[in-house]
């Protein structure tokens, strides 16, 4: 029975990175005249939309595959290409249902025959064997058929990560060596740069169908100028761009070609550039080539790269665009596209120089990639001591030195000591203790009549007095007179006593002064000469308040004329003050006044009936709670014999106060505040006229 499913070439595009091998290669299949149709896998999550529109110009089938990713790929960095771990994508091919057989492909070969009588072999795998050690196929080109057996135990190894290599070729050549059907090398040449064997190269190229550029390093990746011998390697190199400028030297599509990628600008720019170019290149984005090798450049800082456009190449394709003086432009006619580069005005300033690049275009660039290491960071057992001695450590001598003296008077400076103020008046007292005593005659009685400075024996406290209250010019005659005609002439109560008064006393407790002589301006009144001022006296000390003057029960001695506390009834008092107050007024008026009215009793504050006064014995019984009934006074003989007549007691009227007393004291409901109740009709009547 004739299956109706198609047969197809198939490839695989993990990433934009083999975009130009994918599509060298389907150029090539075509160009070699097959039959078959061709199909691409690509994972959609590394595959831009701009690379997908140039697969699709060319293959028949694109079709979205899932990544499987080898998740533990140690092997590929020992293989040292990481940049392989998610080739284990390929065995995606075993459940595309839809094809009968499918011949594939890598993308990074190139069709030099079309091998389309793999399409029908008879075995349901075949591979041509992988270039030397060991024994093995090269996943490179598969003839296969799609099934889901082999799909789910190819899947069911790759998800435990079973592969040799960590790719795609040691899982399959472990699934499918032992059957598999070996093709002639013809179909998969690998010639690498290290091992190319020229004789066979020679002798067998006419029969190559297939070229495959494996290893990190691809055609595209090394620029066309790369390999321009007559190896077999680079003849194969050869025909892959032999097959690229076919299609695509004149065209758009440059970039991830090394040293093919034309920025925009200067496509613009340039006089001979086609129309369809520009067109192209506007609708195109910017893509720069990529510099790195491949092994090196891990899946996710290639796609960094990808925005990173390298300057050195457009440097390579055309010359800069030269800047042009205004006065320069002017001579010569220019196109629309030039006159971008000639706004630069240096007329008033030297031209910068004429071969000059952009800015910065020689900065240097460092890529880092990043770590595909999947092993988890594990702390190491003890990590080194701190360091001791961290601290800052005083020096034990002393650094500082005394700077050496520069002038003469640094030499013999006093030493600096502190001095405080009270140890300077005992000095001075001392030594004004010998003055006086020097200046005395010998006997004391014999006071001489003619001393002028006054010398004093000056407590600390009052370390002024030790000064003499004179000025030098205080005995020239001329000045006292002056002076004394100013104080003829004086007016006012101010009293000035002067000097030479002698019937000034001396205070009993002053220490014995000389007092001064003669008209001084300068005179200080003492104590006694000072007008008394209307001021509060200051309290006199006592030798000891709070000591001997207790009596026996410790109690403060009562003051005179004041009554003793026992003794004292406020209310009586303030009664009696009253009284005699309006007697006063009374007399001294000449009038009727109304007689004192009793101050009202009130009720007690509520819980405090039972409290007396500690000092008060009541003269007479409590008369709590009777607002009405007057209150007893107290009789004359208790005020101290004093003859005052208590005057009638009067009815007190009730007082505006109506708060709520007692009663709030009780907590009981009183309203502290509330809302008027509406008029009633008959106030409202009242209100109203
Ligand atoms: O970044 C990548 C890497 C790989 N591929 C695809 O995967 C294929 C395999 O990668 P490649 O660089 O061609 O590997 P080789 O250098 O050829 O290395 C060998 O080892 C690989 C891993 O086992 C096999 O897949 C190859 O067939 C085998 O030739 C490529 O052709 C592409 O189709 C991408 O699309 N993007
Ligand atoms: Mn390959």
Same mark, same amino acid.
């Given at each position: ?29 075509? @160009? ?19 690379? #997908? ?45 839809? $094809?009968? *057989? ?43 058929? /799609?099934?889901?057996?082999?799909? !789910? ?14 790719? @795609? ?62 190896? /077999? ?15 695509? *030297? ?68 055309? /010359? ?10 002017? +001579? ?31 900065? /240097? ?11 988890? $960071?594990?702390?190491?057992?003890? !990590? ?20 050496? =003296? ?38 004391? @009685? ?166 007396? +006064?500690?000092? !008060? ?6 008369? +709590? ?52 109740? =509406? ?7 009242? #209100?109203?006229?």
């Amino acid at each position: 029975m004739a299956s109706s499913r198609e047969d197809v070439y198939a490839t695989l595009l993990l990433n934009d990175f083999y975009l130009p091998g994918a599509l060298v290669l389907a150029h090539s299949l075509r @160009d070699t005249g097959t039959t078959r149709k061709l199909a691409v896998l690509y994972t959609a999550d590394g595959v831009s939309t701009d690379a #997908l529109a140039e697969l699709k110009k060319l293959f028949d089938y694109i079709i979205p595959v899932e990544r499987i990713v080898n998740d533990t790929p140690a092997n590929l960095h020992l293989m040292d290409r990481p940049d392989l771990h998610s080739t284990f994508t390929k065995i995606t091919l075993w459940r595309q249902l839809q $094809f009968r *057989r499918i011949v594939y492909v890598d993308a990074d070969m190139v069709a030099i025959r079309a091998p389309d009588e793999l399409f029908d072999l008879p075995h349901a795998f075949s591979a041509a064997p992988d270039i030397g050690w060991p024994d093995i196929f090269n996943t490179g080109l598969m003839v296969l058929n /799609p099934n889901m057996g082999d799909y !789910y135990a190819l899947l069911g190894m790759a998800q435990r990560g079973i592969s040799f290599d960590g790719a @795609d070729q040691g899982l399959l050549n472990m699934y499918f060596r032992p059957t598999y059907n070996r093709l002639s090398f013809t179909y998969n040449v690998t010639p690498s740069a290290h091992y190319q064997y020229l004789p066979a190269y020679r002798h067998f190229q006419s029969s190559i169908s297939m070229g495959h550029f494996i290893g990190p390093s691809k055609p595209w990746t090394q620029g066309r100028e790369a390999h321009k011998s007559f190896t /077999p390697y680079d003849e194969m190199v050869g025909r892959w761009w032999a097959v690229y400028d076919r299609h695509y *030297r004149e065209s758009a599509f440059q970039y991830h070609v090394k040293g093919e990628f034309k920025p925009v600008d200067i496509i613009i720019s340039s006089p001979e550039t086609t129309e369809a170019e520009q067109t192209i290149s506007q609708a195109l984005p910017m893509r720069p080539t990529i510099e790195q090798p491949l092994h090196e450049a891990p899946e996710l800082s290639k796609v960094t790269e990808i925005h990173d456009p390298p300057v050195q190449e457009v440097a390579e394709r055309e /010359p800069e665009p030269r800047f042009e003086s205004q006065s320069e432009s002017q +001579s010569q006619p220019q196109t629309e596209a030039e006159h971008q580069y000639s706004a630069w005005d240096a007329s008033s300033r030297a031209p910068p120089p004429v071969d000059s690049k952009p800015e910065a275009q020689n900065f /240097p660039a460092t890529h880092y990639d990043m770590s595909f290491d999947p092993t988890p $960071f594990k702390a190491p057992e003890r !990590y080194p001591d701190p360091p001791k001695d961290m601290y800052y450590e005083v020096p034990k001598t002393p650094t500082y030195q005394k700077p050496t =003296p520069i002038f003469p008077w640094e030499k013999d400076a006093p030493k600096a000591t502190r001095v405080f103020p009270e140890d300077k008046l005992e000095e001075l007292d001392e030594s004004l203790k010998d003055v006086v005593v020097s200046a005395r005659p010998e006997n004391e @009685d014999e006071k001489s009549p003619e001393i002028t400075t006054a010398t004093v024996n000056p407590t600390p406290m009052e370390p002024w007095r030790a000064f003499p209250h004179a000025n030098a010019w205080d005995d020239i005659p001329e000045i006292e007179r002056y002076i004394g005609n100013l104080k003829k002439n004086r007016r006012g109560n101010v009293q000035v006593l002067h000097g030479t008064s002698s019937t000034v006393q001396q205070a009993p407790n002053e220490p014995s002064t000389t007092q001064i002589q003669g008209t001084k301006l300068t005179d200080f009144p003492t104590e006694l000469e000072r007008p008394s001022l209307p001021v509060t006296p200051a309290p006199i000390r006592r030798p000891s308040f709070w000591g001997e003057e207790r009596d026996e029960k410790g109690e403060l001695p009562g003051a005179e004329g004041v009554p003793s506390q026992e003794d004292w009834d406020p209310s009586v008092q303030l009664e009696q003050l009253a009284r005699r107050q309006s007697e006063v007024l009374a007399t001294k008026l000449g009038q009727d006044i109304e007689p004192p009215r009793q101050i009202p009793l009130r009720p007690l504050l509520f819980g405090s009936e039972q409290i007396t +006064s500690p000092t !008060y014995t009541a003269q007479h019984p409590p008369t +709590s709670g009777k607002a009405a009934e007057p209150a007893p006074t107290q009789s004359v003989e208790e005020l101290g014999g004093k003859a005052v007549e208590p005057a009638p007691i009067q009815s007190m009227e009730e007082p505006s106060y109506k708060g709520p007393s007692a009663a709030w004291e009780k907590e009981e409901a009183v309203l502290a505040q509330e809302t008027p109740a =509406p008029p009633s009709e008959e106030e409202k009547d009242v #209100l109203e006229t």
